[in-house]
């Protein structure tokens, strides 16, 4: 990482009037209100976002559904002296939504030789020194055979116990289990799986078998804390879910299925995922509202509109009306009154009080239904919801104003492009947006280094999960180039948030967050958007660069009088910028300086999570007019006060 103490910041009062390369900043009015949306999250299951990465819940497969033949992610225990075997039962389910169990037999066992099933979590179960673990299962054993059976966590070479307890009770009848472990003082590893054992000859059967790390805010089917604790730190103020093409699943009959995903999680079947795996639902809608308020941010909510992946559609009119009718539903499990029928079960999931709702978005890109039928279904859906809730604001996917007749109150438009591509586009940004038209979303964008691996391409599945300092100076000029425009760009969020960082986990990159079960780490990308997000007045000011190819965007908070400059270098060499802020007379002299700088090839990852991160100064001198310069492939936010 090139150190940014390297570079001389030159600060010094100068005349302006200097031919120079400058950066002019108009103080004198506002060019419009910046939205208090404007920063946001997308998410969706893509990547293993949530099963393997944000949903807490450490075993993989614990419904024993994932696979229809063989009870995949789970191995059988045994060595030399024991024998067992495990295989898929459908006789005797749990319940209706979870059908098929597993069968543990085990034919010979002792007390200091057990066997059993091992579970090896998703890429490792994390061992935490001096951690509570929530363990618990369903179980029935065949008659006459009691137990015990015993729950642990182990070492993948079996020689280490982390934590271990003993099930007693088991019947012929189902039961839940719960069990606490505890791990002492252990160096934190991932070579670990969860095990449960019999030490003497019998037959089990089990169903939801689940485990618990401590959760963000103790949340029982909560959320990783060190992924919570990352996005909390980009404090966003929306949450755009669930999808994304997750919303849509490959066959219509593979939709977000919301109704499903409610209740305790062992009523919970799970859904096919769009992504190439299934989906557990243990991140169900309720999960997702209370995540959004577990950051303080309202949710977006995305319904399923009558178009899947593969390109199938439900024609507007009568057989369209089931899928309005569990859009209208969705909505009133989110904000109706407890004596609706959705809000009174949503109080009976525990959360009587409604959720704040604004904005919902009808589908996802349905710019590629190739039938064009989008036009007849928003303007169904749109109606019922409007009649319903004439005050919540609708989103189309498609950039069109008037749909079937109907006027969005805002599009979401995607943007995908390499950094060089929005090194263009972002400078003359706003003579793009039809300032006369709706709202603008941009719901999904992200950088990506190079436009020969562009993130559906297979070439980018070679590039590491998350992407460079050179992506970072893209994602840099697109959202100093949206903040510009802030008063008709309402809401935005970069995407794919999440991405666990194991081979074989991912279908998409660039992303902003990697993990592996242990830990996590947030991209160059990642700090560009917390520093953009965290320093924001109220106020757009205008900007002039001249003789540059330096980026950038000012606000002005209204109620302290802060300006805040943000400012993208996007070249090899550093850059001296005049800077002069007009109608300001006088300035408070010490300003403080963010900046993320770095070679374009830098990058952070579990082994260098922060190689490339923000460093804070302060600046003095500072005057109306003054120059700065930046450092090489830089992003620089200058925060300054009036006097
Ligand atoms: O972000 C990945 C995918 O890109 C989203 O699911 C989809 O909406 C877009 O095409």
Same mark, same amino acid.
């Given at each position: 990482m090139r150190s940014i103490s390297t570079f001389v910041i030159l600060i010094a009062s100068a005349s302006c009037l200097a031919a120079s390369p400058s950066f002019t900043i108009d103080a004198s009015r506002s060019a419009g209100q910046v939205s208090p949306r404007l920063y946001g999250l997308m998410t969706e299951e893509i990547n293993h976002s949530y099963d393997g990465g944000l949903y807490a819940e450490l075993i993989r497969n614990r419904a024993?559904?994932?696979?229809?033949?063989?009870?995949?992610?789970?191995?059988?225990?045994?060595?030399?002296?024991?024998?067992?075997?495990?295989?898929?039962?459908?006789?005797?389910?749990?319940?209706?939504?979870?059908?098929?169990?597993?069968? !543990? @037999? =085990?034919?010979?066992?002792?007390? /200091?030789?057990?066997?059993?099933? &091992?579970?090896?979590?998703?890429? $490792? #179960?994390?061992?935490?020194?001096?951690?509570?673990?929530?363990?618990?299962?369903?179980?029935?054993?065949?008659?006459?055979?009691?137990?015990? !059976? @015993? =729950?642990?966590?182990?070492?993948? /070479?079996?020689?280490?116990?982390? &934590?271990?307890?003993?099930?007693? $009770? #088991?019947?012929?009848?189902?039961?839940?289990?719960?069990?606490?472990?505890?791990?002492?003082?252990?160096?934190?590893?991932?070579?670990?799986?969860?095990? =449960?054992?019999?030490?003497?000859?019998?037959?089990?059967?089990l169903n939801l078998v689940s485990l618990f790390p401590p959760t963000w805010n103790d949340r029982p089917n909560g959320l990783r804390k060190d992924i919570m604790q990352m996005l909390v730190d980009l404090n966003p103020k929306f949450l755009r879910f669930p999808g994304g093409n997750y919303v849509e699943g490959i066959k219509i009959e593979d939709h977000f299925p919301w109704q499903k995903t409610l209740g305790p999680i062992d009523e919970r079947p799970g859904h096919a995922g769009c992504w190439g795996y299934r989906s557990s639902d243990g991140m169900g809608l309720l999960e997702f509202l209370e995540w959004c308020e577990d950051m303080n941010a309202e949710p977006v909510l995305a319904v399923f509109a009558g178009y899947s992946l593969q390109g199938d559609y439900i024609k507007a009119g009568p057989q369209l009306e089931p899928f309005v009718k569990e859009a209208v539903d969705e909505i009133e499990y989110v904000i109706g009154d407890t004596n609706t029928i959705w809000g009174a079960r949503r109080a009976k999931d525990g959360h009587p009080a409604p959720f704040k709702l604004n904005y919902v978005e009808i589908g996802n890109e349905d710019s590629f239904d190739k039938a064009n039928t989008y036009d007849g279904r928003y303007a169904q859906i749109c109606d019922a919801i409007k009649a319903k809730y004439p005050e919540l604001k609708m989103i189309s996917t498609i950039p069109w104003a008037q749909l079937g007749g109907r006027k969005a109150d805002m599009v979401d438009q995607h943007d995908y492009s390499a950094t060089d591509e929005f090194i263009q586009k972002a400078r003359d940004y706003g003579s793009q947006i039809d300032r006369h038209g709706p709202e603008v979303f941009v719901g999904e964008w992200a950088a990506h280094e190079d436009a020969s691996a562009r993130p559906w391409d297979a070439a980018a599945q070679k590039l590491p999960p998350t992407p460079t300092m050179k992506a970072a100076i893209g994602d840099g000029v697109f959202m100093a180039a949206l903040e510009r425009n802030a008063d008709v760009i309402k809401m935005q969020c970069y995407a794919p948030l999440l991405v666990n960082v194991n081979p074989g986990a991912r279908q998409w990159r660039p992303n902003l967050i990697g993990y592996d079960a242990l830990s996590t780490y947030g991209s160059p990308s990642y700090y560009a958007i917390q520093m953009f997000s965290r320093n924001l007045g109220d106020?757009?000011?205008?900007?002039?660069?001249?003789?540059?190819?330096?980026?950038?965007?000012?606000?002005?908070?209204?109620?302290?009088?802060?300006?805040?400059?943000?400012?993208?270098?996007?070249?090899?060499?550093?850059?001296?910028?005049?800077?002069?802020?007009?109608?300001?007379?006088?300035?408070?002299?010490?300003?403080?300086?963010?900046?993320?700088?770095?070679?374009?090839?830098?990058?952070?990852?579990?082994?260098?999570?922060?190689?490339?991160?923000?460093?804070?100064?302060?600046?003095?001198?500072?005057?109306?007019?003054?120059?700065?310069?930046?450092?090489?492939?830089?992003?620089?936010?200058?925060?300054?006060?009036?006097r």
């Open positions: 024993f559904l994932d696979d229809a033949k063989s009870p995949v992610n789970w191995s059988v225990m045994t060595d030399a002296a024991t024998r067992a075997t495990i295989a898929l039962d459908r006789a005797n389910p749990l319940n209706d939504n979870l059908p098929t169990n597993l069968r !543990l @037999t =085990v034919t010979q066992a002792t007390k /200091d030789q057990p066997a059993g099933v &091992a579970n090896s979590g998703y890429w $490792g #179960i994390p061992v935490h020194p001096k951690t509570q673990y929530r363990a618990s299962l369903w179980a029935r054993a065949e008659a006459g055979f009691s137990g015990p !059976l @015993t =729950v642990s966590i182990v070492s993948n /070479d079996g020689r280490t116990v982390y &934590a271990s307890e003993n099930i007693s $009770g #088991i019947a012929p009848g189902w039961k839940k289990f719960e069990v606490t472990l505890n791990t002492g003082k252990v160096a934190p590893t991932a070579q670990a799986r969860f095990v =449960v054992t019999l030490d003497r000859p019998g037959t089990v059967w106020e757009i000011l205008p900007v002039t660069p001249s003789g540059t190819s330096v980026q950038g965007c000012a606000t002005r908070d209204s109620k302290t009088g802060k300006i805040i400059i943000k400012l993208v270098n996007p070249e090899l060499a550093p850059q001296s910028l005049l800077i002069e802020i007009k109608s300001i007379t006088s300035l408070k002299s010490k300003a403080t300086v963010i900046t993320l700088a770095g070679n374009p090839k830098d990058t952070n990852s579990l082994g260098r999570p922060r190689n490339v991160v923000p460093v804070t100064t302060t600046l003095r001198g500072v005057k109306p007019c003054f120059t700065y310069t930046l450092p090489p492939t830089s992003i620089v936010v200058i925060k300054l006060r009036a």
